[in-house]
């Protein structure tokens, strides 16, 4: 098991059966990761390189935290504070975040930075999207057995945003730019996941982008989840095959020492292009 408590057990001996076929936990994210490049998810399965944050992760996180609050006074009988209120608790918590030890320093992206973009994108999900939610679990935990056959069973594990009333899921992104849409129309791993655990169909991204708020309403039906399963299988089985390394693909903007904690520690990618790490 790595930190964040995915992974794979090879099959032992013992009872109860399940103990007898591998056992995998696999996450939406992870699943994510092979898929952009493979050699990515080994490393993040086998958790063997140090993770790093970046500034723009860090200020995501901390608008999490600061929208997990509102979300969670609103469900409460004192109901929504001011706008203020959460944009401190943001605050806080990025400057909490530039402590650790992970965090990446970029001196084009500090404390300034993270208020003006952070108090601008929060203040579009106080505005435009916090009066739609009506919450009825707020960050939600799961774990469920995704897939099994005679040889493995495959967990997904992870944490939801928040589940609406309505019957669908809230997932926030803080971002740059809008989704491509389309791309999550053709497929979305969190979508899937996400409904599954919670046996419903409709998924929600409100992306808070640098001009403005976008919605992407998602529709997820059996055929998305037996889709999923069949994703998770193909990992499954690079995991059994144990082989020492997996393809790569450096093909988009995620093989980059600020998204990649492979290529910042200076391996695969990292190893033939040391100067990029910086
Ligand atoms: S350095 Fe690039 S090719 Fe290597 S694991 Fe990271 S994303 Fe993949």
């Known amino acids: 098991m790595n930190r964040r408590g995915l992974g794979s057990e090879p099959p032992g001996d013992g009872y109860p059966v399940e103990a007898r076929k591998w ?3 696999f996450s939406q994210s992870l699943i994510n990761d092979f898929l952009m490049c493979p050699e990515k998810a080994r490393h993040e399965l086998l958790g063997d390189v140090p993770r790093t944050e970046s500034p723009k992760m860090a200020l995501g996180t901390a608008g999490h935290s600061a ?3 509102a979300l969670k006074d ?3 009988p ?3 504070s001011d706008f203020e209120r959460y944009a401190a608790i943001m605050m806080e918590a990025f400057e909490e975040r530039m402590y650790l030890t992970e965090f990446r320093e970029d001196p084009k992206l500090g404390m300034e930075w993270a208020k003006r973009r952070g108090v601008s994108a929060l203040s579009a999900w106080f505005d435009d999207i916090c009066p739609q939610v009506k919450p009825a679990a707020v960050e939600k935990s799961f774990e469920y057995k995704l897939y099994e056959d005679e040889n493995r ?3 997904m594990k992870g944490t939801i945003d928040c589940v609406d009333e309505g019957g669908f899921i809230w997932d926030w992104k803080f971002s740059g730019s809008e989704r491509k849409e389309w791309k999550d129309r053709r497929g979305s791993v969190q979508a899937a996941a996400y ?3 919670m046996n419903l169909q409709r998924f929600k991204y409100a992306v808070m982008h640098e001009q403005g708020v976008q919605v992407v309403d998602l529709y997820q ?3 998305h989840w037996a889709w999923l399963a069949r994703q998770a299988v193909g990992v499954a089985l690079l995991v059994e095959a144990d082989l020492p390394m997996w393809p790569v693909n450096d093909s988009d903007w995620w093989c980059d020492a600020k998204w990649c904690n492979v290529f910042a520690a ?6 033939y292009f040391p100067e990029r790490n910086r």
Do not use: F, V, W
Request: with cysteine; aromatic share 12%.
């Open 153 to 155: 069973i495959i967990y």
């Open 266 to 271: 200076g391996q695969c990618k990292g190893q």
């Open 221 to 223: 039906t059996p055929a």
């Open 23 to 25: 056992n995998h936990y």
């Open 78 to 80: 004192r109901g929504l």
């Open 67 to 69: 929208i997990e609050y």
């Open 74 to 76: 609103k469900l409460s």
């Open 195 to 197: 409904t599954k655990a």
